[in-house]
């Protein structure tokens, strides 16, 4: 859980998005954008789906289907996407 945590808090400080609105039902492009990164960087690191999910009230399976479709952004590199996603990596290799 500690992982899935510092994830959400590097993607919430690299967004600029305050960590309540992750679990909110705002689909606003900021927002999903956050939430795509959040679920890329949980299983690049070794975040279980049900884990990262429920740290966002989601279910399993829209965590799944939110990895897919962030990844392919990320395979065309979308640039919102790979600068959310850069940011944020550079937090987290801050942080240790």
Do not use: P
């Not at 975040?47 to 990895?67: D, E, H, M, Y």
């Amino acid at each position: 859980m500690k992982k899935a945590e510092e994830i959400l808090e590097a993607v919430a400080e690299a967004s600029g998005i305050d960590k309540k609105h992750f679990k909110s039902v705002a689909r606003t492009g900021d927002i999903a954008n956050a939430r795509g990164v959040y679920f890329l960087l949980c299983r690049k690191y070794g975040v279980k789906s049900r884990l990262a999910s429920r740290l966002v009230s989601r279910n399993t399976s829209v965590a799944r289907q939110t990895f897919k479709r962030y990844q392919e952004l990320l395979d065309v590199s979308d640039k919102k996407v790979v600068t959310l996603l850069e940011k944020t990596q550079g937090i987290l290799s801050e942080k240790g």
